[in-house]
C-alpha cells in the first residue's frame, strides 16, 4: 500500500520498529479510558502482536491501519484505520494520537485522509465512526470531518465491567 501524505502528515503501514513508540504512546491510562480495544497497561509486546496482525489484515482488504507520523520529523504521533466490512460496502474510522500531541489537529487530518482513501480508493458507500459517550473530544473530531451523528447505542458495550453508551455517526459517499 501507497502512503498517505496531507499537509502536516505522512499516513503509511507500520513496521516493527515502531513497537517501542506505539507502547509509549498507548501504555497511558487516558489513552486506555477512551478506546475500546487498548489494553492497560500497553506493553512493546502487545504492540509487536498489533502491528503483526497489520499485514494480513490489507491483504485480506478487511482493515488499513497506518501509522499517522509528523510529515517533516517522521515522528509517530498515533494511529488511524478504517476497518472495511465488504457485505455491506461500508467501513468504521477508527483513530487514536498520543496524548502528548492531543489539541493540534492530528485527528482530524489524519481521519480526512483515511476518508477519502476509502471513498476514492475503495469504493466504499459509507463510512462511520462510533466514540463514547464520555469522549466528547471525539465526537468534536468526527463530527468536524463531517461524520453526521446517527444516533445513541444505549449500553451497547462494556468497558472495565460497566455498560456504556456509544454514539454513533455515518457519511455516505455521496455526502463526502
Known amino acids: 500500500m501507497k502512503q498517505i501524505e496531507t499537509n502536516r502528515l505522512i499516513l503509511r503501514t507500520y513496521s516493527e520498529k515502531d513497537a517501542r513508540d506505539v507502547a509509549a504512546m498507548c501504555n497511558n491510562v487516558n489513552i486506555y479510558q477512551h478506546t475500546l480495544n487498548i489494553p492497560y497497561p500497553y506493553t512493546k509486546e502487545d504492540a509487536l502482536t498489533w502491528i503483526g496482525f497489520h ?22 504521533l498515533g494511529s488511524v484505520g478504517i476497518s472495511i466490512h465488504k457485505t455491506f460496502n461500508h467501513g468504521e474510522l477508527g483513530y487514536w494520537i498520543g496524548e502528548e500531541h492531543w489539541g493540534k489537529g492530528y485527528a482530524t487530518e489524519a481521519a480526512e485522509a483515511i476518508i477519502k482513501f476509502a471513498f476514492e480508493e475503495k469504493g466504499l458507500h459509507k463510512v462511520y465512526a462510533r466514540c463514547f459517550d464520555t469522549n466528547p473530544a471525539s465526537g468534536k473530531v468526527i463530527e468536524k470531518i463531517g461524520l453526521k451523528k446517527e444516533g445513541v447505542l444505549r449500553e451497547h458495550v462494556t468497558k472495565d465491567g460497566a455498560y456504556v453508551n456509544l454514539i454513533h455517526y455515518g457519511l455516505l459517499a455521496s455526502e463526502g
Do not use: I, P, S
Open 55 to 76: 499485514e494480513e489484515n490489507r491483504k485480506n482488504e478487511r482493515m488499513y491501519d497506518l501509522a499517522v507520523t509528523d510529515r517533516l520529523t517522521g515522528q509517530l
